[in-house]
């Protein structure tokens, strides 16, 4: 039997003094059965990552970390965000153990889908997404602002999970891949897929957050999304393109208009040379604003110096094992 992994939960809390004490214990007794079920080994943890709050979060972190020796926090420099949180605490559990999932602290997300993540894992996906398969907790306007994110940002060319937010299980190994992503600007949900592995979703219902409030205002959303557009695709560039293609055609007709206009003695003088020159030349700058797009688009995903291939299977063992074993220790 392979040996049981070691799970670290990662956590990112932001102002979360009240809802904090409340599912902390939750975490914690989800490892502990996960752990009694004998699926994950006993070193798991439960890992805080404190994003610069400024309310008594941390010294909450700092208590339960006393309380029992599964709870460990670690604290942002300053407020830097969801994302940077999500991932600086994937990185400090990355060589300290086997699989890591990372979920929000309000509750919201149903901690009892970690049984059915983990078991994903034991059956070989390196990835398991928390997919939501309702928001009828969620208001009207949160549901359908929500959906319509991961539609725009589909079409535009950011590959995401549909109601999927930052709830999954991510292997370390595919951590170790993860992290040569070097991209400052980052997206987890749209990042990992480009990552590959076998991956697999388990589906749950969203709660109502059990205590304080969101942080995520639409205009927080709207940034995120934009974020995440612009990180991950150069789709809207592409977009200018074609639009600049698109009305020099238009262009052309309505010269072409001007002129017949023009002779059949329809128009003023100067009229029909004032419509082509407008016409054709706000074309010809859309395209070119088009092509230089294209070599800014390419230089920024150059810039990102992203892994050009990741390898996941091998006949042979690499030498590398060693290290990579001892790394771990
Ligand atoms: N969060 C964070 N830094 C921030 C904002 C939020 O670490 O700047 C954390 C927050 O503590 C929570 C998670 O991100 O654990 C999701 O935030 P929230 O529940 O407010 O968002 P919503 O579920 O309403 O989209
Ligand atoms: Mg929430």
């Known amino acids: 039997m392979q040996p049981r992994p070691i799970l670290w939960i990662v956590i990112p809390c932001y102002n979360e003094e009240q809802v904090l004490p409340i ?37 909450i972190i700092c208590d339960l970390s006393k309380q029992d020796e599964h709870y460990i926090g670690i604290s942002q ?18 060589n300290r153990c086997d699989i890591t999932i990372s979920i929000d602290c309000d509750g919201q997300d149903d901690i009892n889908a970690m049984d059915a993540m983990v078991d994903e894992y034991w059956k070989g996906s390196e990835v398991v997404y928390g997919v939501r398969s309702k928001r009828a907790t969620d208001t009207w ?20 999970v549909f109601n999927h937010a930052d709830y999954r299980l991510v292997s370390s190994r595919v951590l170790k891949h993860f992290a040569d992503y070097e991209e400052v600007n980052i997206f987890l949900r749209g990042m990992f897929p480009l990552v590959g592995f076998k991956s697999t979703s388990v589906y749950y219902e969203r709660a109502e957050r059990l205590a304080g409030e969101s942080h ?31 009305v020099s055609l238009l262009g052309v007709a309505a010269a072409i208009w001007a002129i017949v206009e023009a002779i059949l003695g329809h128009t003023v003088a100067g009229w029909a040379s004032i419509i082509c020159i407008v016409c054709l030349l706000g074309g010809i700058q859309l395209i070119s604003l088009g092509v230089i797009g294209q070599y800014i688009g390419k230089t920024y995903l150059e810039t990102k110096r ?9 006949t042979w063992e690499p030498t590398q094992r060693h290290w990579i074993e001892e790394e771990k220790q």
Request: proline residues 4%; without cysteine.
């Open 23 to 59: 599912t902390a214990p939750m975490f914690l007794n989800k490892i502990n059965d996960l752990v009694k079920m004998e699926k994950i080994s006993p070193s798991s943890r439960v890992l805080f990552v404190n994003d610069g709050s400024k309310d008594k979060t941390w010294q």
């Open 141 to 160: 306007f949160k549901r359908t602002t929500a959906e319509g994110f991961y539609k725009v940002m589909n079409a535009l060319g950011a590959e995401v």
């Open 216 to 246: 995520y205002p639409l205009r927080k959303m709207l940034a995120l999304a934009f974020n995440g557009i612009t990180s991950l695709s150069v789709k809207p560039i592409t977009l200018i393109a074609g639009l600049g293609v698109f």
């Open 306 to 314: 992203r892994p050009r291939y990741i390898i996941s299977e091998r």
């Open 77 to 94: 420099s300053r407020n830097r965000g969801h994302q940077n949180a999500v991932l600086a605490g994937l990185m400090e559990a990355m």
